[in-house]
Every structure is written in C-alpha cells, then in structure tokens.
Antibody, heavy 118, light 107 residues
Framework: EVQLLESGGGLVQPGGSLRLSCAAS????????MSWVRQAPGKGLEWVSS????????YDADSVKGRFTMSRDNSKNTLYLQMNSLRAEDTAVYFC???????????WGQGTLVTVSS | DIQMTQSPSSLPASVGDRVTITCRAS??????LAWYQQKPGKVPKLLIY???NLQSGVPSRFSGSGSGTDFTLTISSLQPEDVATYYC?????????FGGGTKVEIK
C-alpha cells in the first residue's frame, strides 16, 4: 500500500524558514517523480515543485522560484521542501504527491499546514 | 506558460443529472490531463488520467474525454457522494498547472 506522510509544518514568522518532509513507502521511491502541491485556506490547488526520480531535475512554480528548494533522499525514501524567505501568501496546506511531469499524481499525502504570520 | 481554464466554477445539479465540466488549455497538451476530486476537508483523489483513463476503483459513472486543448469530465448520473470540488491538471511539462476548480453541489 502506497503511503505518503508529510511532516514539518507549523507557524513561522514572515521571512523565516521551514523544511517539510514526506516519508514514502509501498512503492519503488527512486523510480518516480514526486511533487509538492499546496492549497491556501479556502482556495484551489497550486502546484509548487516537482523532482525527477533520481533527483537530477527539479521544477518550480514562479511563485516560489529562488525561495523554495525541493530535494529527495532515495536511500531514506524521503522527499523534502526547504522553504526560505516565507511570506504570508505561502500559508497553505502542503501536500506531497507521487507523480510529476509526464506522470499523473496518483497518490497524495494527508498534507501539513504551514502558517506564515507574525 | 500554459493556462488551464475550468468552467463552470459552480455547478448545482440534481441527483441523477448528467454533469459535464470543461477544462481548456491555452495551448495543446496532447492528452496529459488529469482530473481530481476533492471533498471538503479531504485529500485530492485522482479520477481520470491521460484525459480519458479511469483510475482503478473510481465508479464508472465518471468519464473523461478530449485531447489537445479541450477536455471534459462527465458524471453520467450525479450521486450525493459526488458533492466535491473537481480540478483538472496538465502534466505534460512544468509548470503542472491546475484549473481553478468546479464546485459541484446538489440542488
């Protein structure tokens, strides 16, 4: 059974940093691209970042480019999202999803809430 | 970047109605189009991939069609448990843009 479990969310001040993690199990992690998708309170889904299976290629939304960095540790079956220079508009539930460019996102984690506020 | 436009944004319908949601890409995306269902407070669930392929376990009343720039999601007979917001997403290349969502509710 595929499982994705996000962690690392919380309250952070504007300008601060946070690192999200997503622990994966139930599939050959290194064979699949992975993505982060966020959803601000009461809003729609917004794609944030994707990474190739081996981690050699990353893709970022313009809204987070230069501030967020996605990475993965295939030895630990874990995905990361390093978020720097956080803004109020980054407040959202962040989901990790199995899938990325050219591959549909067929499994999603439960999400972790990031709140950026002073 | 390719924009994804969904319509309508809100869709009140009666139980048993045939419901159609449209998603339009600003440029061709072949068939790299997925549809997701998100119930209130829940995680998005994949319904359709590659524009017309039904994800395993999804009821057959859901179907997808289209290619290139114009896509549709159809619910052949709306059920109470189908109340949700539906999103399309292009995934041919980054950015993997979502449509704005269609909220389906029972009249």
């Amino acid at each position: 059974e595929v499982q994705l479990l996000e962690s690392g969310g919380g309250l952070v001040q504007p300008g601060g940093s946070l690192r999200l993690s997503c622990a994966a199990s139930g599939f050959t992690f290194s064979s699949y691209a992975m993505s982060w998708v966020r959803q601000a309170p009461g809003k729609g889904l917004e794609w944030v970042s994707s990474i190739s299976g081996r981690g050699g290629s990353t893709y970022d939304a313009d809204s987070v480019k230069g501030r967020f960095t996605m990475s993965r540790d295939n030895s630990k079956n874990t995905l990361y999202l390093q978020m720097n220079s956080l803004r109020a508009e980054d407040t959202a539930v962040y989901f990790c999803a199995k899938g990325g460019p050219w591959v549909e996102s067929d499994y999603w984690g439960q999400g972790t809430l990031v709140t950026v506020s002073s | 970047d390719i924009q994804m436009t969904q319509s309508p944004s809100s869709l009140p319908a009666s139980v048993g109605d045939r419901v159609t949601i449209t998603c339009r890409a600003s440029q061709g995306i072949s068939n790299y189009l997925a549809w997701y269902q998100q119930k209130p407070g829940k995680v998005p669930k994949l319904l359709i991939y590659a524009a017309s392929n039904l994800q395993s376990g999804v009821p057959s009343r859901f179907s997808g069609s289209g290619s290139g720039t114009d896509f549709t999601l159809t619910i052949s007979s709306l059920q109470p448990e189908d109340v949700a917001t539906y999103y399309c997403q292009k995934y041919n290349s980054a950015p993997l843009t979502f449509g704005g969502g269609t909220k389906v509710e029972i009249k």
